[in-house]
């Protein structure tokens, strides 16, 4: 089974701290996804990657960036958190292929204060 | 704009058999997902539809009709653990994943 692990379930933070959020998965797969998760919205793409050291803008990029320096762990940096950015996120990961389903970690509950 | 709808909440008696809609309005189409979530925990794979039709895995069961936009994800035989939200999401022309904001699902006694 694909395991995909965000180091942390639940983070309190306060507004102007830089932010990180890891997320690893052990089944190489290609393709990696963060998104957060709100209630009444559909989940939302903040950035993927689809290689090594590559990156690609979501629906959401603002106030985000990611890092993917091995193919296995993905991070999502919030660079001065801010209390609108308090939500769930969740990882995601996929093997290559466009219409593969994605296999999603259990989520960090970020609350900024 | 893109667009998927799906009812916010549905509840159902356990035993019985529960259908939930999911249309869609996206820039293309290259397949529908449906995605289970507990409250608390990750969404997990449910199913993939492509092509018209029905698509039956044990109690569950996922229709799509492109002309229509519009699939449902049908639980038959339901039972407690199936209380949660059903996601449903679409891949757009460009390979993009289109997410509904879910169907929270209360199963009662």
């Known amino acids: 089974d694909v395991k995909v692990t965000q180091s942390s379930r639940y983070l309190v933070k306060r507004t102007g701290e830089k932010v990180f959020l890891e997320c690893v998965q052990d089944?190489?797969?290609?393709?990696m996804f963060w998104y957060r998760q709100d209630p009444g919205l559909g989940l939302r793409l903040i950035y993927f990657?689809?290689?090594?050291?590559?990156?690609e803008k979501g629906d959401i990029p603002e106030g985000y960036s990611v890092s993917r320096e091995k193919k296995e762990r993905f991070s999502l940096i919030l660079e001065s958190a801010s209390t609108n950015q308090t939500s769930m996120y969740l990882c995601?990961?996929?093997?290559?292929?466009?219409?593969?389903?994605?296999?999603f970690g259990n989520g960090t509950r970020l609350t900024v204060t | 704009g893109q667009n998927i709808d799906q009812p916010t909440e549905m509840t159902a008696t356990e035993g019985a058999i529960v259908q939930i809609n999911c249309t869609y309005q996206?820039?293309?189409?290259?397949?529908l997902f449906w995605y289970q979530q507990h409250a608390g925990e990750a969404p997990t794979f449910l199913s993939y539809?492509?092509l018209d039709g029905l698509e039956e895995k044990g109690r569950f069961s996922s229709f799509l009709s492109r002309s229509k936009g519009y699939s449902y994800l049908l639980l038959k035989e339901l039972q407690m653990k199936d209380s949660a939200s059903y996601l449903c999401?679409?891949?757009?022309?460009?390979?993009?994943?289109?997410w509904g904001a879910g169907t929270k699902l209360i199963i009662k006694p």
């Open positions: 995601a990961s996929s093997p290559g292929v466009d219409n593969s389903p994605l296999h």
């Open positions: 089944m190489d797969h290609e393709n």
């Open positions: 990657s689809y290689d090594v050291k590559m990156k």
């Open positions: 996206t820039s293309g189409f290259n397949g």
């Open positions: 539809n492509v």
């Open positions: 999401a679409v891949l757009d022309s460009n390979y993009q994943l289109i």
